[in-house]
């Protein structure tokens, strides 16, 4: 146990918070044993640049919002604004927010354990803050991932001298995150750049040049950041992941056990939720041929 009146307690709570977008009352502790989640890698030209380039020969559709599900039949029915698609089978990938929140109707509805494990993996919040400054504010030895924290409690995960740019990344999360997303982009400016001058010092405040902020907690596609299990409920991740009938299969990182909260992780549970759809397939198949 940790007193929150403790020293030690802001970064302690700013490390959960950052690290799993919910405050620590609301994190499943078998959930936090089981991650392998380190810091990852920053790309030069951003990730989305990254995974436009790895998929350019993947055909997809952009902006087509998923309206309804239908598998009562051998296969399934997908209605979008664009129009109507029929499959064998569907992928689910959509985070639990979107699951949680009705967007998708389903028919037949999910089962009822299938709910119980949508709405035991809520998803947190961590918001992140991307500053720029027109020289180098930190100096030869200013590189590095700290957390800061002051007498009042307000603490943040802050990545200063981003691959060697004049650029700092701040992180917070759980209510605190969803609180600053909630007084605008403005307000979580001002709570990065104070974060920022709590190390390197407030002269850094005249070479700011620009920021940016993200907005999970109302983000319409994904109504957060990732999944996070309630206390008590990490085992629902095996729930979410397991598929219905022989037509309706899931994956994204609220599937899976040690790389939850990852991209890595996502990407992992397509690989497995493929398998399980080929397999399915071939069964069908075996079947068809043997009459």
């Known amino acids: 146990m940790i007193s929150v009146d403790h020293a030690f307690a802001p970064p302690f709570l700013a490390a959960i918070g950052t690290s799993w977008g919910m405050d620590v009352d609301q994190v499943s502790t078998l959930d936090y044993a089981t991650a392998t989640g380190e810091l990852g890698y920053q790309a030069y030209q951003g990730y989305g640049n990254l995974v436009a380039a790895w998929g350019r020969e993947v055909p997809v559709t952009l902006n087509c919002r998923v309206e309804s599900i239908d598998w009562s039949g051998p296969g399934v029915t ?35 354990w ?19 400054f027109d020289r180098d504010v930190f100096g030869e030895s200013g590189r590095a991932y700290v957390t800061t924290w002051n007498d009042t409690g307000e603490a943040a995960k ?19 995150g969803v609180w600053l997303e909630k007084q605008g982009p403005r307000t979580l400016e001002a709570f990065a750049i104070d ?49 219905l ?13 040690g790389g939850q909260g990852t991209c890595n992780g996502a990407y992992e549970s397509g690989l497995r939720a493929a398998q399980e759809i080929a397999d399915a397939l071939a069964l069908r198949e075996r079947r068809v041929s043997n009459g």
Not at 86 to 107: M, N, Y
Not at 114 to 131: C, F, Q, R, W, Y
Not at 247 to 255: Q, R, S
């Open 78 to 112: 997908v209605s979008t604004p664009k129009g109507t698609l029929s499959a064998r089978t569907a992928l689910v990938t959509v985070s639990t927010g979107i699951l949680a929140s009705g967007d998708i109707a389903f028919t037949p509805a999910l089962p009822t």
């Open 114 to 132: 299938k709910d119980e494990a949508i709405h035991s993996l809520p998803m947190g919040t961590e918001n992140k803050v991307g500053v720029h």
């Open 158 to 176: 802050v990545d200063a001298s981003v691959m060697g740019l004049n650029t700092a990344s701040v992180f917070v999360g759980g209510r605190l």
């Open 195 to 243: 974060r920022i001058a709590e190390i390197f010092g407030n002269a850094i405040r005249k070479h700011v040049t620009r920021c940016i902020t993200t907005a999970w907690e109302s983000e319409p596609w994904t109504r957060g950041s990732w999944a996070c299990a309630r206390p008590g409920q990490a085992d629902k991740r095996a729930d979410l992941a397991a598929p």
């Open 245 to 257: 009938a022989p037509t309706l299969f899931f994956a994204g990182e609220a599937t899976v056990y």
